[in-house]
């Protein structure tokens, strides 16, 4: 706890000395239990509460001392002259600022409205929607310059690399990283480590596209995390890879590479899945097939569970989302605003599903409202339809300004912050990530990055 409440006090005093690149590491090192040293289990009170406490802090603070802290705009400068010397600036809505903003004041309203009409007690209420007040981050983020985030950076990327130096240890027996990893179930199968950095999938790409490194140094860092990433056994993170390369590609119009990453993932299927068969597959259906059947066929996924008690993993998710659709269609008086700030272990909670996520903390034994597989079954059962229209309009909101970006764009950072806000999508299909701090922290760090970068002179300089 000690540990914490340092970083904590560490935050504060580098945003009193406006040190940006320093708050955005220790921010990272609270979500991340100190990159993964230290145990939060026993500890009394959760570290992501420090990020939720700093959060509002800047908001108070920044709103009282600058009016323009919520400003839902950003300057934009455009070419006049002959030869670029002439600039025209003129003010352009801010897409993914107004999306947050939207997203945020509907959660308050619905938090209010589950105390106001009793639907939830107000400490289990604040419960359920304190995470998502992470999402205010973006507009203290924002505030950044572009060295603020290259600084990160090189912080981040300094431990990361200590910490995938322990993560390669334990496998020979040195156990000093806490976080999840999974002994392997028999002979045939492989211990799963869960507890990789967070950014390895950033650096990997990374260090692939950008090719102003040098070459030696590339190599080593692509091998480095990217191996942690596979010894993870995450598909969703691997298949979330894959997609930020796919949308580069097709956007840069290098079709030929697209087939290249085509057959790495069928490779992948072929050769590397079977190692992670007990960890990756519990059916005889392979991934690519699963996905095959969701989008032929859905309503069969959800039969094959409640009728024949299939297995699998991502149809299992999609089959558990259903039948919360299905609920919300039975019921439409949850249908547009949901149910409610619920928390699982309430008493208020006496819905009962077929299908969720096994956790023994909770009292029915899995969860109900939500789901640590799919973040869309807390968003549509909690917050309804509209709340999962508000979310869709964020993502959407990235498709208006990102692609442009990733299209026009020569800046390593600026396109990796854009392609990544397609990878956070991909993985809200196999996590609850849009619900965890960490991983909405890492969210509107990437779309800071872009309102950051279209509101500097360097976006002209960095545009083909």
Not at 330 to 343: A, S
Request: aromatic content about 18%; charged content about 15%.
């Amino acid at each position: 706890m000690f540990i914490f409440i340092l970083l904590f006090l560490l935050t504060l005093h580098f945003y009193h000395k406006d040190w940006k690149g320093e708050i955005l590491f220790c921010l990272m090192a609270i979500g991340s239990n100190c990159f993964n040293f230290i145990d939060p289990a026993g500890i009394p009170i959760k570290p992501f509460d420090f990020i939720i406490v700093f959060t509002l802090l800047t908001c108070i603070v920044g709103y009282s001392h600058k009016r323009a802290y919520f400003r839902l705009s950003y300057v934009k400068f455009v070419s006049t002259g002959k030869r670029g010397r002439e600039l025209k600036i003129y003010r352009e809505k801010d897409w993914i600022g107004t999306a947050i903003f939207a997203i945020v004041i509907y959660l308050l309203l619905n938090f209010l409205g589950s105390i106001i009409f009793s639907i939830e007690s107000p400490s289990n209420a604040l419960k359920v929607v304190r995470p998502l007040i992470t999402f205010l981050l973006y507009f203290y983020l924002r505030t950044f310059k572009l060295r603020d985030f290259y600084r990160f950076l090189y912080l981040i990327l300094i431990a990361s690399i200590i910490q995938g130096v322990f993560f390669y240890l334990q496998i020979i027996g040195v156990n000093v990283l806490a976080g999840r990893v999974d002994e392997a179930g028999g002979t045939d199968g492989m211990t799963r480590y869960a507890n990789f950095p967070t950014m390895s999938s950033f650096f990997v790409i990374y260090y692939l596209l950008n090719e102003k490194e040098k070459t030696l140094r590339r190599i080593f860092f692509v091998l480095f995390f990217g191996t942690m990433v596979l010894l993870g056994q995450m598909r969703g993170e691997i298949i979330g890879v894959s997609a930020v390369f796919v949308v580069y590609f097709l956007l840069k119009r290098k079709i030929k590479y697209v087939g290249y990453i085509i057959i790495g993932i069928i490779l992948y299927q072929l050769v590397i899945a079977p190692m992670f068969e007990y960890r990756t597959r519990n059916s005889s259906t392979s991934t690519v097939q699963e996905i095959v059947n969701v989008v032929t066929n859905p309503l069969s996924i959800y039969n094959n569970y409640i009728i024949q008690e299939q297995e699998g993993t991502f149809s299992f998710r999609i089959a558990m989302l259903s039948e919360r659709v299905f609920f919300m269609f039975d019921n439409p008086q949850y249908f547009p605003f949901g149910i409610g700030c619920i928390h699982e272990d309430s008493d208020s909670n006496h819905f009962i599903f077929s299908l969720g996520t096994h956790n023994e903390m909770y009292k029915y034994g899995y969860s109900m409202l939500s789901s640590a597989d799919i973040a869309w079954v807390g968003i549509l059962m909690r917050y309804g339809m509209l709340g999962v229209i508000l979310f869709m309009f964020f993502f959407y909101a990235w498709v208006r300004v990102g692609i442009p970006l990733v299209k026009k764009n020569r800046n390593i950072l600026l396109v990796m912050a854009s392609l990544f806000v397609v990878s956070s999508f991909m993985l809200s299909f196999n996590s609850e990530n849009l619900g965890r701090v960490p991983s909405i922290m890492l969210l509107t760090f990437y779309c800071a990055i872009i309102y950051v970068f279209r509101n500097s002179k360097a976006c002209l300089q960095n545009c083909s």
